[in-house]
């Protein structure tokens, strides 16, 4: 009987490649085929690219796991999880975010403080002595690359770049920057993308003691790229609030070279965004230098404010 190995809802690349690179760990050290990686909906630009150039088939998706046996990665919060998830058998969590979790009876759970998932699963593979290929070096540095902005992000840890270095040896990538940047010029081609597309390109669910809030984040190399698609997609934010039943939605889009973002906001609270930002919201929207992390910057004031 399979067991799936599982990320989050719209999926990232430490998503999709902590399900592949995590199946083939389990497959290995227990010598077996049972392990395998799926997906919850299609992937993105980024993920795409990666997994084309590599010539590496996209996981199956898998929308709804009812009485399914799941291993979650990259997760382990109910609102980011597949459809399904409270009528699976959950028998294990691997991530690194903070818990929000329960379950009724003592499974496996690691959640390293690490800038990406597969930062924990490299470390596996390293530690255990358990042989990975190059292209599954370059899937892990990849995915780390983009999770920590390429280190900069205030999420990175020394273990993420210790696990970026011994990567980049097996991958045969002189220069990792270099290699991050390419994934983020991908990751920041949106022409072809509807506004919707763009927010739900990388976005997460927080169940707060105020509601349900969405926050979606793009990382660009130029900001300009957005500057006229602003008002279109804060009415697709608009939209999305009111037919998701949100308290609020955001989108941040973050200049990884000047570290920063710009924030487009639709919400019911106006003065408490403002709160949890720090700054005034003008025309729905504000540019907020060096906040580009939503795992260590943004929840955890959303959190503050609205818990």
Avoid at 143 to 148: E, G, M, R, S
Avoid at 180 to 195: A, H, P, Q, Y
Wanted: proline fraction near 2%; include cysteine; glycine fraction near 4%.
């Amino acid at each position: 009987m399979s067991i799936y190995i599982i990320g989050h809802k719209s999926p990232d690349l430490d998503s999709v490649v902590a399900a592949i690179t995590y199946s083939d760990y389990k497959n290995k050290t227990e010598n077996t085929d049972k392990y395998v990686p799926v997906i919850t909906e299609d992937i993105n630009q980024e993920t795409k690219y990666l997994l084309k150039n590599l010539d590496i088939a996209k996981p199956e998706i898998l929308s709804n796991v009812e009485n399914k046996e799941l291993i979650l990665v990259d997760h382990n919060e109910g609102t980011q999880s597949v459809e399904g998830v409270e009528k699976a058998k959950v028998i294990e969590v691997l991530d690194h975010h903070k818990i929000v979790f329960s379950n009724n009876e003592p499974i496996e759970f690691t959640v390293k403080p690490w800038g990406a998932t597969c930062t924990i699963i490299a470390d596996l593979y390293l530690k255990n002595n358990i042989e990975f290929d190059k292209t599954l070096a370059t899937l892990m540095l990849g995915a780390i690359l983009v999770d920590t902005v390429i280190t900069k992000s205030p999420t990175c840890t020394q273990k993420d770049i210790e696990i970026i270095e011994k990567l980049s040896v097996v991958a045969e990538i002189k220069d990792w920057k270099e290699f991050g940047m390419e994934i983020f010029k991908v990751r920041s081609s949106v022409s072809e993308l509807s506004d919707l597309e763009v927010i739900k390109s990388d976005f997460k669910n927080f169940e707060l003691k105020a509601g349900k809030f969405g926050v979606g984040q793009v990382e660009t190399v130029d900001l300009s790229d957005f500057k006229n698609r602003e008002d279109s997609i804060l009415i697709e934010l608009e939209k999305l609030r009111n037919e998701g039943g949100y308290h609020s939605v955001v989108l941040f889009l973050t200049d990884i070279i000047n570290e920063g973002s710009q924030f487009l906001v639709s919400t019911t609270d106006v003065e408490k965004i403002e709160k949890a930002l720090n700054k005034k919201l003008i025309n729905n929207r504000v540019y907020i230098n060096g906040l580009i992390s939503r795992k260590k910057q943004v929840a955890p004031k959303f959190s503050e404010i609205f818990n």
